[in-house]
Every structure is written in C-alpha cells, then in structure tokens.
C-alpha cells in the first residue's frame, strides 16, 4: 500500500511543507499564486500526509489550428521517497486531467542520461524515438539579476 496520494494544487498552503528534492529552488509565494490562477497550468502533488513528497507541473497548450496539448514541464520527487512508483502516478493524473481538456497529445522532455527517469517514463509506454533536435533557449534575466 502506497503512503501518499495524487491531489492537484489548487492552493499555497499546500506548498508549505515540501519534502528535499521536490523542487529544484525555495518556492516562491508569488509564482504560486500566479501558477494556480492561470488556468493552462496544472501541478499535481504526490502528498504523504501533509508533506509534499513529489510533483508533476505541465501547462496547456492551444493552438488555433490543432486539438489542445499538454507539455510537461517538470516532474520532481523527493530523495527519500523514490522508487515507490510515484512519477508514473503523477503523470497518469496529469494524462487524465489532459483527457478532461481535449488534448491530444502529451510532451516530455528529458536530460539525456537520466535513466531512472528514462525508466519511469517508459513504464507508461511512450510512443518515443530518438531524434536530431536542436533546442533554442534564451536568458532574459534582468541586468539587476546577473
């Protein structure tokens, strides 16, 4: 039996007790009030009573011309609580929110390398292929920033 449950973000106080390695920075109280105004975004939490032991961000993609699509921005789990099956989980809740939106599709991106992210994602059985792509990315950090 699993010790934690799926739920979606829909308020900041859940975000106040978040276990190591779910995210990759502090959390921000503003981005999160931002994040769940914005109705193209979606985070689902793996939660461990009223701990936050991994999520799965993704935002809406519309496109006048396509069905809807979902990318998948970020998948985190905490350091003690991998291996128990739940970035498989987290997507699965994103897939069926995804469902509930007409998308078509769904996108992932990952660092090459990852293996065991590789293997969680291929648990759920991904038309993929590896493919030449060349990813553009800009900084548009404020001078003030750097």
Known sequence: MKAWMI???????Q???VAE???????RAAEVKGFIKDSAHIMMLAVSTNLV?????A?????????NELWINEVGVGD???GQGMAPALLEAL???????????????MDEGNLSAERSYR???PSSERRDTVMFEWSLKPASDE
């Open 53 to 57: 032991v991994g999520m799965a961000s």
């Open 80 to 82: 003690h609580y991998r």
């Open 59 to 67: 935002v809406l993609i519309r496109h006048p011309d396509k069905r």
């Open 123 to 125: 648990k759920l059985s």
């Open 7 to 13: 739920t979606a973000l829909q308020s900041e106080s």
């Open 15 to 17: 975000l106040e007790q």
């Open 95 to 109: 897939f069926t929110w995804a469902r509930t939106h007409e998308c078509q599709n769904v996108w992932l991106l």
């Open 21 to 27: 390695g779910v995210f990759d920075l502090d959390i």
